[in-house]
C-alpha cells in the first residue's frame, strides 16, 4: 500500500509512524473530493493516517466481502447500496 508523499514527510516530522487505512470504493465520484482534497493537503497525515483508496472490483457485494474479510477497513457507497450488497 503506497503512502502520499505528503503523508510521508509529515508523518515522519512526527515522528510517528502513520495508522494505515484501507478505503475501497466502487468508482471515483463527487462524494470522494472530500477525501481526494484532505489527502493533497495533509489533513489525514497531521492526523496520524495513511488513507489509501482502492477502487473495488464486483459492486457493492465485493466491497461488503472485503470490508468483512478483513481486506479494507472502510467501504464506501450508498448506504441503500451497500444494504442490497449484505
Known sequence: MAMPASAQVQGSQAGKPLKEITI??????????????AAGKGYFAEEGLAVDS???????PGIVRQVVGGSLDIGVRNFDIIIRGI
Open 24 to 37: 475501497g470504493e466502487i468508482s471515483r465520484s463527487g462524494t470522494g473530493w472530500a477525501r481526494v482534497i
Open 54 to 60: 482502492l477502487i473495488i472490483q464486483g459492486g457493492p
